[in-house]
């Protein structure tokens, strides 16, 4: 395509470049190859318009589509040396490097590490690199459920529960799991999740996690996953936790460490930018839990994100897990 170029597709060739998504797209791929979801989350850009910037620039000869696994995947299209390509590729290369050392470049940096830690996660690519096993049926969803084997029929409250995904899961070994979230869509959403899944021991009830709709120590579990940095008072969801749980419960949360990526108070709606661990354990305990633990739930090299994971119990007798309808 490059050696086809003249002097007069140049100027069409910029006007193409001007536009700022486009920028950002080419520069997402020249770090990873990735398919039109992947960059949707990315870019926060409708997944139409992704495959429209998509379309110009494969037209003109920068981007390049691959299958694998019946998806589509793009990346930078290899240069083939002549001057023009060159010339292009040096000022693209100096406008990524300025970018790179921005807020917005470190912003869509943080969003392309998050979407490879899921492809990861999800095992996607267990036969698509060098030195990669496969290993067919291995996933971390199969290794949870098996997990929920050991664990004794609870009641459960999922405080924050969000799209319900874990309250599924854990309801697939609770005896009893109480969902709450603060957005009656997201939970109309969780809901029909649910039932397509033939669920019937889960109750969902709208409520803030500062204000738990539950009555005193009606629980033997209470789970904030990834809900405390979206709390307006985190101190108090805690003493919430502490609350509705039975003497003896415990409670575990999963949650982000202390990070400086802002750009998540306006597109997730994050409250805090995580928190630190010496300040996570003092908040737990001054809601009055014991036995307080926390240790590195997941990090990925380079991703600014670091889940951290902790636990604490009620002090109190623990009670026989049985049925109660809170």
């Given at each position: ?272 930018l995580g928190f630190e661990d010496r300040a996570l354990g003092t908040a737990m305990r001054k809601a009055g839990f014991a036995e307080v633990r926390q240790q590195v739930g997941a990090r990925r090299k380079g991703d600014p994100f670091t889940v951290i994971v902790a636990s604490g119990t009620k002090p109190g007798a623990a009670r026989a897990a049985k049925s109660q309808r809170p």
């Amino acid at each position: 395509m490059w050696s086809d170029l003249g002097v007069d597709l140049t100027p069409a060739l910029y006007r193409l470049l001007g536009d700022q998504a486009r920028l950002r797209l080419l520069r997402v791929l020249a770090r990873e190859r990735l398919n039109v979801t992947e960059l949707t989350a990315v870019l926060g850009v409708a997944q139409s318009g992704v495959s429209r910037h998509l379309g110009l620039l494969k037209e003109a000869g920068l981007v390049a589509e691959e299958r694998a696994g019946g998806f589509a995947y793009y990346r930078v299209a290899p240069r083939d040396g002549s001057a023009a390509a060159d010339a292009l590729w040096n000022l693209l290369d100096a406008h990524f490097a300025i970018v790179s050392a921005g807020p917005a470049g470190r912003e869509d940096d943080a969003r392309l590490h998050e979407v490879m830690r899921l492809r990861q996660e999800n095992f996607e690519d267990h036969g698509g690199g060098e030195g990669r096993q496969l290993v067919p049926g291995r996933s971390w969803a199969a290794w949870a459920r098996a997990l929920g084997l050991l664990m004794p029929p609870l009641t459960v409250a999922d405080l924050g529960c969000g799209e319900g995904y874990l309250t599924i899961e854990v309801a697939r070994w609770a005896r009893r799991v109480i969902a709450v979230d603060r957005s009656a869509a997201v939970l109309k959403s969780a809901r029909a999740l649910a039932a397509r899944h033939g669920l019937r021991n889960i109750t969902w009830r709208r409520g803030e996690i500062e204000a738990v709709p539950l009555p005193d120590g009606r629980v033997d579990l209470v789970l904030l996953s990834q809900a405390l940095h979206h709390a307006s008072d985190p101190a108090l969801a805690l003493a919430e936790a502490a609350r509705v749980l039975a003497p003896g419960g415990k409670v575990l949360v999963l949650d982000l460490r202390r990070h400086d990526q802002h750009w998540v108070r306006d597109r997730l709606d994050d409250r805090w930018l995580g928190f630190e661990d010496r300040a996570l354990g003092t908040a737990m305990r001054k809601a009055g839990f014991a036995e307080v633990r926390q240790q590195v739930g997941a990090r990925r090299k380079g991703d600014p994100f670091t889940v951290i994971v902790a636990s604490g119990t009620k002090p109190g007798a623990a009670r026989a897990a049985k049925s109660q309808r809170p």
